[in-house]
């Protein structure tokens, strides 16, 4: 009978060791997605939920506005989690869903956006007005990085880089008409946010902010 020798069985079992390192830490692109990495946006896992979501947006937005109880659970199924006395009218658009999260006594008008590439948190007792949108998603500036440049046997091609960052609404926050709020933004306690602004930086609590882009114009204690 063959003897092995202690050298063989340690690299056996370093190799087996990297293997199973390998599987622990390689990052899922959901993972990579909401840790605001790189992502494949056309991964079949975000494919699946899109679709998945868009079949139930369409059942949402086709109910009448009295038929509360079914709109409730179809956000149930379709949202990360729902508090009570939550109102979102129709038309809303979403991309993924399972992404947002919403507290109590929360209001959401008609013809909202929420691109929920990375975590959409809302609090409770939140005021949103028509026309709002929340973008999680977003692209490098520079062209070579938003647009990589990868060499294949048909030539040169450009690869799309996307990344996604959360966006946060504390407590008591209203935010009026046609506001767009950029990747990464958290909008402070009890803060309002005046039609039409673009908030492309955080704004602390207890403040108005308007304008494009949004500034702090007044603290509200």
């Known amino acids: 009978m063959e003897e092995k020798t202690?050298?063989?069985d340690v690299q056996d079992f370093s190799e087996i060791s990297w293997l199973n390192y390998g599987r622990i830490f390689m990052k899922t692109e959901m993972e990579k997605c909401l840790a605001g990495e790189w992502y494949d946006c056309h991964n079949q896992v975000f494919l699946d939920l899109k679709t998945?979501?868009?079949?139930l947006l369409m059942k949402y937005n086709s109910l009448?506005?009295?038929d509360k109880e079914e709109k409730h659970s179809l956000l149930k199924k379709m949202l990360g989690s729902i508090g009570m006395k939550v109102s979102v009218a129709s038309p809303f658009i979403c991309d993924y869903g399972c992404n947002i999260h919403i507290g109590d006594n929360v209001t959401v008008n008609t013809g909202c956006t929420?691109?929920?590439c990375n975590k959409i948190t809302i609090g409770s007792n939140v005021l949103i007005a028509p026309n709002v949108q929340l973008?999680?998603?977003t692209h490098p500036i520079d062209l070579d990085e938003r647009l990589a440049p990868v060499e294949t046997e048909d030539g040169i091609k450009r690869v799309r880089r996307t990344y996604a960052l959360p966006i946060t609404i504390e407590d008591g926050c209203w935010i009026g008409g046609g506001v767009i709020i950029l990747p990464g933004i958290t909008i402070g306690y009890g803060s309002v946010i005046g039609a039409g602004s673009v908030v492309t930086k955080d704004i602390p609590d207890d403040s108005?902010?308007?304008?494009?882009?949004?500034?702090?114009?007044k603290n509200l204690n």
């Open 64 to 66: 009448p506005y009295e």
């Open 135 to 137: 973008y999680t998603a």
């Open 208 to 217: 108005i902010a308007v304008g494009n882009p949004a500034k702090v114009i």
């Open 6 to 8: 202690g050298r063989t």
């Open 52 to 55: 998945r979501t868009h079949k």
């Open 114 to 116: 929420f691109v929920d």
